[in-house]
Every structure is written in C-alpha cells, then in structure tokens.
C-alpha cells in the first residue's frame, strides 16, 4: 500500500544504515519522503554491508545522512537543531540479539536506555510528537499462550535485550502521558530478507553450508519462529508513521510459527546443498516459540503480510548469491 505522505515531510530514521531501517528508508525516499538518516555505523557485524546499504541511500538526493552515536547527547542535540522541519521520528537505532546480551549487557543499556531517552527527550524539546520505535516480540519471553497478543503480561523478560525493549515501552508511555506525545511501538517478529542481518540464523546458516562449515541447530531444531518478511515489516511501520496514533503497541509477525528444522530444509532446497547439523540445546536467554497475534494490527494498521516464508527463504538466497557473486 502506497501512502501519501504530505508534501515536504521529514522523517528522522535513526538506524538508516542498519537492516531494517535501510530498507524503512529507502521505500520512504522512493515516495518522495525527506529522510534524516543516523547511525553510528558500529562494528557488531560487517560495517561494510552498513556502508553498503547507505551507499544506496546516499544516491537519493532527499536524503541526508549524520554518523553518530544516540549515546551522545550533543550530537542527539545537534541532529534536531540543525534540522527543525523534522516532523516525525522512526527510531530503530537499538544494539539488536538476544545472545549478545548476555556478553555485553552495558552495551544493551547504553545504546537501548540511554541513547533512546536521549532521542525521546529531544524530540520532545524540539516538539516533535511523533515517535515511533521498535519493540521485540522478546518481551514475550516464555509467554505460554499462543499466539502471543498485544494484551498479554509481559513484565518477565528473560534476557537483558528483551527487557530493554520493554523499558522502551515504558519510557514511551510515560512521554505519551506526559506531554502529549504519539508514540507507538513496533514489536517486530524475526525479521528477515535482502541485506539481512549477519548475526541471524537465515545469514549464518547459508553462509555456512556455502563454505562446508557446520551449523549450530539450538534446541535440536525444534525451535519455531514466526519468520517475518522485510517488506511486510516495511508496510508495517510506513502504516504506523503515517497513522501516528497517540499511543500504541503493535506486533508485527506474519502470524505463522515455522520449525527450525524445516527452515532448515528450505535453505538447503535453494542452495541445492545439505547442511552438517551440530544439534545443541536451547541457549539461556532464547524463547522456545514465537507466534504473533496481529488482530490489531490489521485492524489499526491494515497490516496485511503477504510473503510466504518458501518465497522469502528464494528471495533471501537469490539476493546473497548475488551480493557475494556465488555462482
Ligand atoms: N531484525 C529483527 O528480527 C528484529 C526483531 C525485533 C526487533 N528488532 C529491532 O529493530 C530495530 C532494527 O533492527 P535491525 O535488525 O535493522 O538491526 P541492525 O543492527 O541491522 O540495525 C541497527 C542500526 O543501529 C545502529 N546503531 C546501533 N547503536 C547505535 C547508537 N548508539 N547510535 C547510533 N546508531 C546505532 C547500528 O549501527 C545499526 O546500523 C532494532 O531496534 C532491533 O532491536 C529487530
């Protein structure tokens, strides 16, 4: 779906270079959108496919483009003095995973409490009011109903990155209640595609059985994730910029749980290649399920997925064989 932003609006998307917001970015300039771009470009996977997905965007000449870190307060400062006719803020700079967590917690803080209540804090100041985030459908930790609904309780994180998403929430809510802003968040479901994430089972996995290494299959494979495709996430969020409602919480998931195993079996269809399986346990910190409840969200948002994870699994695959010229 197409939407008609007004004439001369502009967009901060924090996390530009980054996979989700690169693809946010680029569907947003292609309909005319301005779009302040921010990243710190850090090097928790390869900065070269961050430089590579913002080379893309730099071609657009509504788009302009701070390297800096949400951290800094200055910059946070300097970004929205420089640039008062920013109308709304997407915000999906966040230091991302679950096992990274549990490694290097202070990161999560820094990043994921600090740098959000700077970004929050100043938007506010420079009255801008509306501000969407991401969320993770982590903070549904061991929810035991299924599909997990915007409804349910989710004060039990169980990992330092779902419970930084959660306190994303709150901060928003609090802002909301406050001084009026419109802020929703977007709790996003396995995200995958074109210029996905390194550090995700889709990239690892296929980069693996390419080179003959072996694969790490937690939870022997048993696993089920409510893969999610990246443009079905793009209508998402476009649909939560646009609607900017006073205060929200969506999930955005394609609404169907797939077992590892046959994610798997997938991947090795189209690389026409078998994987070695090292079969382990469940990590701490890891969810055994994720299955969205997405009522509201088509209700709300028309969120409406359409790419069936055979067909993302094809497009993911075509894209890598492309990028790294795999013949
Ligand atoms: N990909 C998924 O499956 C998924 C699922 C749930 C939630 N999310 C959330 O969606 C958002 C986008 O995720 P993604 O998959 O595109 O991750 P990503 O790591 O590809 O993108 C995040 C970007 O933010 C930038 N960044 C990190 N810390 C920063 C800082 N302090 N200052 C400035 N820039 C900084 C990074 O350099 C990166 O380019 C994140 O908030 C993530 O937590 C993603």
């Given amino acids: 779906m197409n939407y008609n932003f007004k004439p001369n609006t502009t967009i901060l998307v924090t996390g530009s270079a980054g996979f989700i917001g690169f693809h946010v970015t680029k569907k947003l300039l292609e309909t005319n959108v301005n779009i302040i771009g921010l990243d710190n470009l850090n090097d928790y996977y390869d900065v070269n496919l961050k430089k590579s997905r913002n080379k893309i ?3 657009f000449d509504n788009y302009k483009f701070y390297k800096g870190d949400l951290k800094d307060l ?10 008062p006719s920013i109308d709304k803020i997407c915000h999906l700079a966040a230091q991302a995973g679950v096992r990274y967590s549990l490694t290097h917690p202070h990161t999560y803080i820094q990043t994921n409490i600090v740098g959000f ?3 929050i804090d100043e938007a506010k100041n420079h009255n ?5 985030y991401a969320s993770s459908s982590s903070v549904y930790g061991k929810n035991e109903k299924i599909p997990f609904s915007v409804e349910d309780n989710v004060d039990k994180p169980i990992s330092l990155y779902a419970a930084s998403k959660k306190a994303n929430e709150l901060i928003a809510h609090s802002y909301h209640h406050l001084y009026g802003m419109n802020c929703t968040g977007l709790r996003f479901f396995t995200v995958y ?6 550090d995700m089972a889709l990239f690892l996995f296929t980069k693996a059985i390419l080179e003959n290494k072996p694969i790490k299959v937690f939870n022997h494979g048993k696993m089920k994730r409510d893969f999610t495709y990246i443009d079905d996430i793009v209508s998402g969020i476009l649909a939560s910029l646009y609607k900017s409602y006073p205060y929200e919480i969506f999930n955005l998931g394609n609404h169907k749980s797939i077992e590892l195993n046959y994610f798997i079996e997938l991947i090795e269809k ?5 994987a070695q399986k090292q079969m382990m ?3 701490p910190g890891d969810v055994e399920n994720t299955f969205a409840d997405i009522k509201s969200s088509q209700e709300k948002l028309n969120f409406d997925p359409q790419t069936s994870i055979e067909d993302g699994i094809k497009k993911f695959i075509d894209w890598y064989k492309n990028y790294y010229k795999i013949k």
Wanted: charged letters at 35%; proline letters at 6%; glycine letters at 8%.
């Fill in 128 to 132: 801008i009011k509306d501000f969407i």
């Fill in 117 to 119: 209540t700077n970004l």
């Fill in 57 to 59: 965007l730099k071609e």
């Fill in 74 to 83: 200055n910059f946070v400062k300097k970004v929205l003095d420089e640039n």
């Fill in 270 to 274: 189209n690389l026409g290649k078998k």
């Fill in 193 to 198: 595609g074109p210029y996905g994430r390194p």
């Fill in 281 to 283: 346990d469940i990590q």
